[in-house]
């Protein structure tokens, strides 16, 4: 916040346009994040003041105005493989149209196989968040999801080794998704230099908003690299930026189907809310802003604070 008002002192009091902000801030993680958060705080009362909804500003066409939504299915309590696929088959009847399901070491090959006998044509990605290494030992399991017909294996190693993830990427029989490693668009465009991945998965949070992440997927389409919109546990105004944004980039290149779920599935209370999911569809919204605006309510009885400050949008 403190960036933001100096940047508005600093022009008599008006805020930085929305395109502006993500300048005011680094590279690092937290930066990034930041960065994302007030680029959607602008960006929202810009179009607010202007009666345009954010799906008018990316210009999302007819055809793009329903997107499918995707399922991300977690590893359960002590390994419970009846849970999983309990959860699994939950999702496949909500309509999801590709499950993305956590993988770690020595929890790999028998849920996937348990989800692929139960659900045969189900498009099944698998995320291990890191967590293996490139030895030959690891290589040999991660070699053996390709039985399971998985689209890829996300992030199976450390984020910060491109490198390494190239070399993988030539040994494995899978291809391989980059999340946590793709930080900046800078850092995406490096990963598709070295080969590092087949396929993305772009979080606004982390690349640092709208426009950083339709650069970062920009450099994905001219290396022929197809992504998707990963989640990272948005409320309602966020995930219904990701929705949008989604929608943006599957009109501007053929991509995979991204995590647009409701986040009411994850969060006991949501001051915006999020349309709703219908048989694995959700319609993009068409309001002003970039999603719901928030309810007084809830956020009076969330603590929320709040400060004013004077703002122009020419």
């Keep these: 916040m403190r960036r933001l008002v100096e940047a508005a002192r600093a022009r008599g009091g008006r805020l930085p346009a929305g395109a502006e902000v993500s300048q005011l801030f680094g590279s690092s993680s937290v930066d990034r994040m930041l960065a994302a958060v007030f680029e959607m705080a602008v960006g929202d009362a810009e179009l607010r003041a202007g009666g345009r909804a954010l799906a008018d500003d990316l210009a999302i066409g007819e055809g793009f105005r329903t997107m499918a939504v995707g399922a991300v299915v977690g590893i359960p309590a002590a390994h419970d493989l009846a849970a999983l696929r309990q959860e699994v088959d939950v999702a496949v009847r909500s309509g999801a149209a590709r499950v993305r399901l956590k993988i770690e070491p020595g929890w790999e090959l028998e849920p996937v196989r348990a989800v692929r006998a139960d659900h045969p044509d189900l498009v099944l990605q698998v995320d291990a968040n890191g967590s ?90 001219a290396a022929g690299v197809p992504a998707f919109v990963g989640g990272f546990f948005e409320a309602g105004l966020g995930r219904a930026a990701n929705l949008v944004l989604a929608a943006r980039l599957g009109q501007d290149a053929t991509g995979l189907v991204s995590d647009l779920g409701d986040p009411a599935d994850y969060l006991a209370v949501d001051p915006c809310g999020y349309p709703r999911v219908v048989a694995g569809w959700v319609t993009v919204p068409s309001a002003p802003g970039v999603g719901n605006r928030p309810e007084d309510p809830v956020l009076e009885e969330l603590g929320a604070q709040r400060r004013w400050f004077p703002a122009t949008y020419t």
């Design 132 to 221: 293996f290494k490139a030895g030959t030992e690891d290589v040999a399991v991660l070699s053996r999801l390709a039985e399971f017909d998985v689209l890829c294996i996300e992030q199976p190693l450390p984020p910060a080794d491109l490198v390494a993830h190239a070399q993988l990427a030539r040994l494995l029989p899978v291809p391989i998704c980059l999340d946590e490693s793709l930080t900046t668009p800078r850092r995406v465009t490096d990963a598709l230099r070295n080969g590092s991945c087949a396929m993305a998965c772009l979080k606004p949070a982390r690349l640092g908003g709208v426009r950083a992440t339709r650069a970062a997927h920009a450099a994905c389409a």
